[in-house]
């Protein structure tokens, strides 16, 4: 056993344990690690905020730079400015023009985003051959398995989200085919859940164990 | 018979809580092993590293934070370690303010073992806001959105980043994902600049990225602690997710188990009502 003498490691399984205790039930010490997190993340985010984004970019910038690179930097400032209306309530409404401009740059990096680097690739991508001549027969039979399975997954999937046209007879069939697909990649993502929330755990016994109580 | 099953499928959380904790606990104290194959996803991504030539620059996004960290860091650190033990360049930069400091005591960490110097072998840009803004403007000019590194040294001053302007000069990029922002690298990134991907992500989002994977347009993908596992064995360094890959076989057992138990504990007290 070889215990920290860090303090540092001591305040980290302090809190560790103090989040962990929630398990059991919510008590004073989740309440404390609770509040430390969140006050301490609020202050780190804003610190950050200041030192790479408003002093470099704004600040400096306005300080430093020349001609219109210097003059443009008056324009975001102002939207700063008009989103901090928010909290005057005669001029509140100022602070619309710098929220429309943030959804509006959002939606058109949004939409071209989603097209040219989603939706197009990904139905690009389920252009398949039905039939995929391997190294084998064996190879043959399993790439083309493949490709039929991805291409029936996504059209029946499709036609499981289709409302348009009630879900009787062939549509019905199709959709229950559909909606099996999904519930597969819904158990993928489950077991994948489960393995995320155990890895966390793990990570914070790994702490325990070897960092501050030096047994493995 | 019927009353045991009954109670073993009403077992209070806090019992399983307390088994699984034990479940893992003993695992790692005992150093219990088990040998797995890497997945092919992960090979391939730690042969596209393998594969390039010294002095080539990966650019590491870290888009995650603390809570995510158990898994990443280690995925972090050993592709670190092979892009140093490979005299590539690394660049980092990223788009969680509360993980980034994560990032860079893992890079400041694996480069000293590795003897690298800052500014020559690695450089640590920070963090800016709008990440597509970001991301497509380091299509254009790196300059134009990182002028400086962290500690405010221009990029001109130091000798790594003279040759590296845009998507042009970083022959992979990395990005380390717990949330969204790795599909904005492939929109952004990929599909504008094709820019060559790598990522790496928590187990939660690892299903969501497969279809970029499958359609080509990550090279490679490493899932969760078993993906980070899987890297570390491939760069011969078994390090604390290899550890935890055991704790996590022996949990899945259990979780499949104790649903299992549920399941009859539910059936059977249906049957006596």
């Known amino acids: ?216 | 018979m019927r009353d045991f099953l009954r109670k073993a499928g009403n077992i209070d959380r806090r019992v399983i809580y307390l088994i699984i904790f034990l479940a893992v606990a003993l695992t790692i104290l005992f150093k219990i092993r088990f040998k797995s194959t890497p997945l092919p996803e992960v090979k391939r991504s730690y042969e596209i590293i393998n594969s390039l030539p010294a002095g080539s620059v990966v650019m590491f996004s870290i888009d995650y934070d603390a809570s995510s960290m158990p898994e990443l860091d280690p995925m972090l650190r050993a592709m670190l370690r092979h892009c140093f033990e490979k005299n590539l360049k690394v660049i980092m930069l990223g788009h969680w303010p509360l993980g980034l400091p994560l990032g860079q005591i893992a890079l400041e960490d694996v480069a000293r073992q590795y003897h690298k110097k800052y500014g020559v072998d690695y450089v640590f840009l920070g963090y800016r806001p709008g990440l597509q803004a970001v991301m497509l403007n380091l299509g254009k000019e790196i300059r134009s959105v990182f002028s400086t590194d962290y500690r405010g040294t221009p990029l001109d001053s130091l000798p790594m980043m003279r040759g590296v302007h845009n998507y042009n000069d970083i022959a992979i990029l990395v990005g380390l994902e717990a949330g969204s922002v790795g599909d904005m690298w492939v929109q952004f990134a990929n599909a504008r600049f094709n820019q060559k991907i790598i990522l790496g992500s928590t187990a939660v989002i690892t299903p969501d990225l497969y279809p970029y994977l499958q359609a080509g347009q990550i090279v490679g993908l490493i899932g969760g602690l078993r993906g980070a596992s899987d890297y570390e064995e491939l760069v011969n360094h078994p390090a604390i997710a290899s550890a935890g890959m055991a704790s996590q076989t022996v949990v899945h057992v259990l979780i499949i188990l104790l649903i299992l138990l549920g399941n009859i504990g539910y059936f059977a007290t249906r049957r006596g009502k």
Do not use: C
């Open chain 1, 1 to 216: 056993m070889n215990i920290s003498f860090n303090p540092w490691v001591w305040v980290a399984a302090f809190l560790t344990l103090s989040m962990m205790s929630f398990l059991y039930k919510d008590n004073i010490f989740y309440k404390i690690g609770e509040h430390i997190y969140v006050g301490s993340s609020a202050a780190f985010m804003l610190i950050y905020l200041w030192y790479f984004d408003v002093k470099p970019k704004l600040v400096d910038g306005f300080m430093y730079n020349t001609g219109i690179n210097k003059w443009i930097l008056i324009i975001p400032a102002l939207l700063s400015l008009f989103m901090l209306m928010r909290f005057i309530r005669p001029v509140a409404w100022i602070s619309r023009w710098a929220i429309a401009f943030t959804v509006g740059m959002g939606s058109g990096l949004g939409i071209t985003g989603l097209l040219q680097g989603f939706l197009v690739p990904q139905i690009k991508a389920t252009f398949l051959p039905l039939y995929v001549h391997g190294s084998n027969t064996l190879m043959s039979i399993y790439l083309s398995l493949n490709n039929i399975l991805m291409v029936i997954g996504t059209l029946s999937a499709i036609v499981y989200f289709y409302f348009s046209k009630e879900h009787t007879g062939p549509v019905k069939k199709i959709s229950q085919v559909g909606i099996t697909f999904i519930m597969v990649a819904f158990g993928a993502s489950f077991g994948y859940t489960v393995m995320a929330r155990i890895s966390l755990l793990i990570g914070r016994v790994y702490f325990l164990l070897h960092n501050w109580l030096g047994l493995v």
